[in-house]
């Protein structure tokens, strides 16, 4: 599928946009994280500019506005990401440093006139060891509104995931679920519900090509205690355990020409969107769904570009 075309064209990184000829409307809409900073329930987009500092871009019909800097001194976070971890449903920022997963929560409140008081106070999230682990991922996997941590053992190629709760005011963080086994060949990923059947879908990149892989139904629960809604995922065999949605999809070729990834709304339409960033001119491009079969396949746009404003950034997310 690769085309011969050189150079950054549509036709080389491209998802593949096969989309059928009739397909079910989507009956849900982008859940499991919420990443509005600005508090007008559109999800914005967070990065670290090259001078560390933290910065918001606020969500524009199509795309994101200019970064707002929203806090300094974030040079040495070895990962940062977003998500309400505190129960008052607007996004805290988690960063790792030595192993140290520490929450900076949101305030509650946002001004473009003070935008450096969106954060106020911290927290530690869970314990020591987070270093262990990388493509860590911010999701709601157990539905409880809190996102959860999903990330893979660096020594073993095993995709764990930790359940956020709250109790006497406090932020816990459950014992590792393991969630997978066999991904140690990926270097991109993110976690979206993307065909709305409630169950959390991986999105990876392994070689060139970026691949979804549906997340099957977890076994009944063997006890009321809260887990995640996702079965095991085994890399060489997905979807093995359970046959509900499709075991996976091929959503584009041609990543490696990318340096980034994540899922987004960025039309605001409600369903999720893949961004990348193009490593050649560094303009970050969207992929825009244009098609969700519920509990099926989801289909693509071309490229969308959305400028070249975070070219030089780390983290997006
Ligand atoms: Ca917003
Ligand atoms: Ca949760
Ligand atoms: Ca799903
Ligand atoms: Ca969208």
Same mark, same amino acid.
Do not use: C
């Given at each position: 599928?690769?085309?011969?075309?050189?150079?950054?064209?549509?036709?080389?990184?491209?998802?593949? %946009?096969?989309?059928?000829?009739?397909?079910?409307?989507?009956?849900?809409?982008?859940?499991?994280?919420?990443?509005?900073?600005?508090?007008?329930?559109?999800?914005?987009?967070?990065?670290?500019?090259?001078?560390?500092?933290?910065?918001?871009?606020?969500?524009?019909?199509?795309?994101? *506005? +200019?970064?707002?800097?929203?806090?300094?001194?974030?040079?040495?976070?070895?990962?940062?990401?977003?998500?309400?971890?505190?129960?008052? *449903?607007?996004?805290?920022?988690?960063?790792?440093?030595?192993?140290?997963?520490?929450?900076?929560?949101?305030?509650?409140?946002?001004?473009?006139?003070?935008?450096?008081?969106?954060?106020?106070?911290? =927290?530690?999230?869970?314990?020591?060891?987070?270093?262990?682990?990388? /493509?860590?991922?911010?999701?709601?996997?157990?539905?409880?509104?809190?996102?959860?941590? =999903?990330?893979?053992?660096?020594? %073993? *190629?095993?995709?764990?995931?930790?359940? =956020?709760?709250?109790?006497?005011?406090?932020?816990?963080?459950?014992?590792?679920?393991?969630?997978?086994?066999?991904?140690?060949?990926?270097?991109?990923?993110?976690?979206?519900?993307?065909?709305? $059947?409630?169950?959390?879908?991986?999105?990876?990149?392994?070689? @060139?090509?970026?691949? +979804?892989?549906?997340? /099957?139904?977890?076994?009944?629960?063997? @006890?009321?205690?809260?887990?995640?809604?996702? +079965?095991?995922? $085994?890399?060489?065999?997905?979807?093995?355990?359970?046959?509900?949605?499709?075991?996976?999809?091929?959503?584009?070729?041609?990543?490696?020409?990318?340096?980034?990834?994540?899922?987004?709304?960025?039309?605001?339409?409600?369903?999720?969107?893949?961004? @990348?960033?193009? =490593?050649?001119?560094?303009?970050?491009?969207?992929?825009?769904?244009? %098609?969700?079969?519920?509990?099926?396949?989801?289909?693509?746009?071309?490229?969308?570009?959305?400028?070249? %404003?975070? +070219?030089?950034?780390?983290?997006?997310?």
């Amino acid at each position: 599928m690769r085309s011969s075309v050189i150079g950054i064209s549509a036709a080389v990184l491209a998802a593949l %946009t096969l989309a059928p000829a009739a397909s079910a409307a989507p009956e849900g809409q982008f859940t499991g994280r919420d990443r509005d900073f600005t508090l007008d329930t559109h999800e914005d987009l967070l990065t670290r500019k090259p001078n560390g500092q933290l910065a918001v871009s606020a969500a524009v019909p199509v795309g994101y *506005g +200019a970064s707002t800097p929203i806090n300094n001194g974030w040079n040495n976070a070895h990962w940062l990401s977003a998500g309400d971890i505190s129960g008052d *449903g607007h996004p805290d920022v988690l960063a790792e440093v030595n192993g140290i997963i520490t929450a900076h929560k949101h305030s509650g409140a946002y001004s473009p006139a003070n935008p450096f008081a969106t954060l106020n106070g911290t =927290t530690q999230y869970g314990g020591w060891g987070w270093n262990f682990f990388d /493509q860590k991922v911010l999701y709601d996997e157990d539905g409880n509104g809190l996102v959860d941590v =999903t990330a893979r053992e660096i020594s %073993t *190629g095993k995709i764990f995931t930790w359940l =956020t709760g709250i109790e006497n005011g406090q932020v816990v963080v459950s014992p590792a679920f393991e969630m997978g086994t066999g991904w140690s060949g990926i270097d991109q990923f993110d976690i979206a519900d993307l065909n709305f $059947d409630g169950i959390s879908d991986w999105v990876v990149r392994q070689g @060139s090509q970026l691949v +979804a892989y549906y997340g /099957q139904p977890a076994p009944a629960a063997k @006890s009321a205690s809260p887990a995640p809604k996702r +079965a095991v995922t $085994d890399a060489a065999t997905p979807g093995a355990k359970a046959a509900a949605a499709p075991e996976f999809q091929i959503l584009s070729e041609g990543w490696d020409l990318a340096n980034a990834f994540e899922i987004k709304d960025v039309d605001l339409n409600g369903k999720p969107d893949l961004v @990348s960033r193009l =490593t050649a001119n560094g303009q970050l491009v969207a992929f825009l769904n244009t %098609t969700t079969e519920v509990g099926g396949f989801t289909w693509y746009s071309g490229q969308y570009p959305l400028g070249t %404003t975070w +070219a030089n950034d780390s983290f997006l997310t």
